[in-house]
């Protein structure tokens, strides 16, 4: 499977509660190691757990040097101030993420992208962007 393959799945996910996570956005996370996927989330129903908490739970130890493929930036801090998802992507080990969007939220914009790089993730952005963005047509990002 494709690095494409893969988004369109974490899209797939995320449509599945498009309009269900209140003020948070949908997100779909898939987890791939050495080509197989071993952890698939997507926002909850009222916005928590995000996606890449419960795909990061379900990978365990199968996510260090997988590669993630997210529909939304992962959140650089969490209004509830527990670890965000960039923290805990960053914790995990996982070499590379893969982005379909980034996230104007003052929770991520920028914030989350920072750290994966500065923890030294490979980070790409824009991966089948157009199709991803459907989902966030209506999100309205909290800002400063």
């Known amino acids: 499977m494709t690095d494409e393959d893969h ?12 309009g269900k ?3 948070n956005p949908t997100v779909g996370c898939v987890i791939v ?3 197989a996927v071993v952890g698939e989330g997507v926002t909850q129903i009222g916005g928590r757990p995000h996606a890449e908490e419960q795909a990061l739970d379900q990978a365990g130890r199968a996510a260090r040097g997988a590669v993630a493929y997210v529909t939304l930036e992962p959140c650089g801090q969490r209004s509830a101030g527990t ?9 995990s080990g996982i070499s590379r993420v893969v982005i379909a969007c980034t996230d104007a939220s003052t ?3 920028g914030r989350g992208t920072d750290r994966l790089r500065a923890a030294g993730m ?3 952005l824009g991966l089948l962007q157009t199709e ?3 989902l966030y047509a209506d999100y309205e990002p909290p800002k400063a």
Do not use: P
């Open 7 to 18: 988004m369109r799945r974490a899209i797939a996910l995320a449509r599945t509660h498009l």
């Open 21 to 23: 996570t209140a003020i």
């Open 33 to 35: 190691a050495d080509g």
């Open 83 to 91: 670890a965000s998802c960039s923290e805990r992507l960053v914790a």
């Open 107 to 109: 929770y991520a914009s």
């Open 122 to 124: 490979v980070v790409e």
């Open 132 to 134: 991803a963005e459907s």
